[in-house]
Every structure is written in C-alpha cells, then in structure tokens.
C-alpha cells in the first residue's frame, strides 16, 4: 500500500482519542446500529443465505487458487473487446500509469467513482502533484473531500459526520470545488442532496475523463462491474470519452454464473438491498455507446505476498460490504480514522497489516484492534474468519518482537522454568505471600494490563501450604 496516513499513531493511542469524542460515538452508534439491523432483515429474508455464503467462500478460494489463470483469461478478453490492460505491481508505478493516461488526453481533471483501490494507493493525491484534479462524485466521497478529511467506513465514509456538520462543508466549501451551495441551505436530506447533485452536474457533464474501480471482474467476458445507490457512477461510467479502472487482482471472478452469487449477498449485506439501485456493467469499448477509450490497471500492491500466507490470504476474499464494521464493538467506539488505512474497522485489521506488513507501529498494533468476539466472521457473506487471521497475525507480530513483546516473550519464559521446577515455586509462594503487604497496587512495566484494574491481593497462605496444612 502507499502507506499509513501521515503522522498516524498506533491505534490503542488514536482510540483512546476517538472514545472522548461524544459526538463521533454518537454519529457512529446510530449509523452502525441502523444498517446492522436493516442487514438482518434483509438476509433472513433468503432461507438458503447459509447456502450462498458458502458458495460465495468456495468461489473465491477456487479463483485465488488459480488466480494467474484468470487473470490472464481477463486480460485477453478485455483486449478483445478494445480495452488496453496495464498490470501494476505497487501504488506508485498505478500512479505513475494512471497521470500519464490522463496527461495523454490533454485533460487536467477527472471525476471518479468511489473506489477503495485508488483511495489505497493515494491516487487523488499523486495525480494532485502532476496537475490534474480529481472530483469525487460519490455523496459521501464528496463530503469527505470538501472537508479536507479522511473517510472512515468502507460504505459509508462519511459516516462520521451528522446532517449540521455536512451542512456546513458544503456552505463553506462548495463554492471552491465548484458551483457553490444554494442561499440559505438547510440540514434537511433532500436539500443537502439536491445541492450536491446541482454541484455534481456541471462536472458530468464537463468531464471527458472518468476514473473508476470495480466490484468485480468477469474473466470469461472481460466485463466490469460496479454496484452503486446514487447514479453518479453510472454517469462517470457512461459519459467520459476516456474510462480508466483501477481495479485490485483479487476482485476476478471465473464466470457469469459466479457473479450471480455475490449480486445476491452483496447488496443484501451492504445497503441492506435486494438489489442495488444501479448495478453497471461494461466490457470494452463499443462504437455507439459509452467511453471511446478503456485502459484496464491491474493493482496488486501486496496482494500477492498476502496470498502467500495460507491463512491471511482468506482476507482477499472480501467483497468490501462492510458488515463487519457494522457489528464491530471496537469500531462502534473507536471510528475508522483510528486504523490510519482506508480500511477500517475488522477487516482493515487483518488487509492493512498483510496488505502494508506490520513493521509499522499502527500497522503492528492492528491485529490488537479487536475483542476477538466473532461478531465479524458470523456476518461475513464469504465467512473470512477474522478472528483466526487476527490470531495469527499477532503471532507475527509478536515473533518480531518489540518493546512490549520482548517483557512479554521473557516473562512467560521465566515462568515456564518456575513452573517446571516445583521447589522454586513452593519458594516463590511463600515469599510472595510474607512480602504481600508491601506488594504494589499496579505491576512496573505492565501499564496496558494495569492502567484499569489492580493487582488481586495476595492471601496469606499459599494453596500448597493450606493442602498441607488441611488435607495431609
């Protein structure tokens, strides 16, 4: 990934921050507990959802098997159908692809689909410094965008911002990206919507280069696919001479037959949907209709060293609904902004470490991120466990060591040896429990285990003393 957000702590510290915020937790309480109660009403009403989940799992595990036949499949269909297709090994050379794409037009702006790989590898900014301004169009992408900030749920990335405050970006900001807010805007829906749309519209229409990723892609047809609510996409997608996608390598899926497990899970696990309002699909280019010209970048940026890991790799499988997050107690409090990624909540916190490695402080710290409840897993349309990836990647990170892991690593090794040698024991008891009243309330060097609760008080007599004493 092109790395951790700029000056980002590890996430025990930027969480301590979020949990003081009250207006944070409230926007995020209400939003999370909404579209996690909508989602289940939507899935209970399928009886064979346990059937398309799993097929959903087995789908993807069998195209991450046999992912460089796939590709390869998709290469060739989309050059057959008149698109160019670029393969990108890290977020810098798709940046570099992408500039000179757009630069080859003679455009200095774009508009853009929501899309978490361009977010990943920090395409707004990269085309920025090369001179090219990149409009998001999608209602929260804007929102996040207007007010200089970072998105923070994969869904809903302004999910931290209630009605006054989006209000009042787009009074402030507006008129800087564009046409300006309409006189006297309130904090009503439809009038933010509707001034976002009148903001929008100049841009569509003006644009003659889109940008965009991809739900999924279809190998034997070279097809792309994005499920979106609002219609901007369909107009990125449609209207622009010249479509560029930059799509991650995981995001193939063998057939047509396939796709048609996740155009029932995904809608239903996101927005709590039958089906999306606009579900668009393209392959190529065509004379008639549509963009003129269509380049294909293929993302991998740590996708492949993560599909080396026999148990991180079920990580790629994800479809980014953000279920997980929705159900997440630790999101629920914490925000997004405190994963220092573009994914948060639990899924962020098995992709970023895998996706980035774990020699960061933020990204060593992320596998801690969770209560290891299995609400995630149980929520999952294509049943990552979450928890067990969690689990092993804090393995990793402990076998790299670190301050805290090194005092751990020799404290369990100190009482591996008391432990296997019972005189000692028998002696460490009884010396533990004649000194008991001079013992402190808080363990030096253990502040995470002790800042919130106090050392249980030693009793007088040890267990070996008393059975001796009792039962002998």
Not at 219 to 232: H, I, Q, R, W
Request: proline share 5%; hydrophobic share 40%; net charge neutral.
């Amino acid at each position: 990934m092109s790395g951790t957000y700029l000056g980002m702590p590890s996430f025990p510290k930027a969480a301590r921050e979020a949990v003081h915020d009250v207006t944070l937790r409230a926007n995020l309480r209400h939003a999370t507990h909404t579209i996690r109660d909508k989602r289940a009403k939507a899935v209970a009403e399928l009886e064979d959802w346990a059937l398309l989940r799993e097929a959903g799992k087995q789908i993807k595990n069998q195209t991450l098997r046999h992912l460089d036949r796939y590709l390869e499949q998709l290469e060739s269909a989309v050059v057959a159908a008149g698109g160019t297709v670029h393969w990108a090994a890290d977020a810098a050379e798709a940046n570099r692809i992408v500039a000179d794409l757009v630069k080859a037009t003679g455009q200095s702006e774009v508009v853009k689909v929501k899309s978490m790989a361009t977010q990943e590898i920090g395409l707004n900014e990269a085309l920025e410094a090369e001179g090219i301004a990149a409009y998001e169009t999608d209602l929260a992408e804007l929102i996040v965008q207007l007010g200089h900030d970072r998105p923070s749920h994969i869904l809903v990335p302004a999910i931290h911002r209630n009605r006054g405050e989006i209000r009042d970006i787009f009074r402030k900001k507006m008129g800087s990206w564009g046409r300006a807010a309409p006189e006297g805007l309130t904090d009503a829906p439809a009038e933010l919507a509707e001034a976002a749309r009148l903001h929008l519209r100049e841009k569509f229409l003006r644009a003659k280069v889109g940008i965009s990723g991809a739900n999924f892609m279809v190998a034997e047809t070279g097809t792309l696919v994005v499920f979106e609510s609002e219609g901007n996409g369909r107009m990125c997608l449609t209207l622009p001479e010249t479509l560029i996608s930059v799509v991650g390598i995981e995001k193939v899926v063998p057939t047509w037959r396939d796709l048609e497990v996740f155009l029932q899970t995904l809608p239903r696990s996101s927005t709590a949907e039958r089906m999306n309002p606009y579900t668009s699909m393209w392959t190529g280019t065509a004379d008639a209709d549509g963009p003129r010209t269509f380049h294909l970048v293929l993302l991998d940026n740590g996708r492949t060293e993560t599909l080396a890991d026999e148990v991180g790799r079920q990580a790629l499988r994800c479809i980014r609904c953000s279920a997980c997050l929705n159900v997440c107690p630790v999101y629920e409090r914490a925000g997004g902004h405190a994963y220092g990624s573009v994914y948060p909540g639990p899924i962020g916190a098995i992709l970023s470490p895998q996706l980035r490695g774990i020699q960061s402080e933020i990204d060593a710290s992320l596998p801690f991120a969770s209560s290891l409840c299995g609400a995630c897993y149980e929520v999952c349309p294509v049943a990552i466990d979450i928890p067990e990836v969690l689990l092993h990647l804090r393995e990793k990170v402990a076998e790299q060591g670190g301050k805290g892991h090194r005092v751990e690593k020799a404290a369990i090794k100190a009482a591996g040896w008391i432990l296997s040698h019972p005189a000692a024991l028998a002696a460490g008891e009884k010396a533990a429990a004649r000194t008991r009243k001079l013992h402190p309330k808080n363990l030096p060097g253990a502040g995470a285990w002790t800042a919130d609760r106090e050392l249980p008080e030693l009793p007088a007599q040890s267990f070996r003393d008393w059975w001796k004493k009792n039962r002998t």
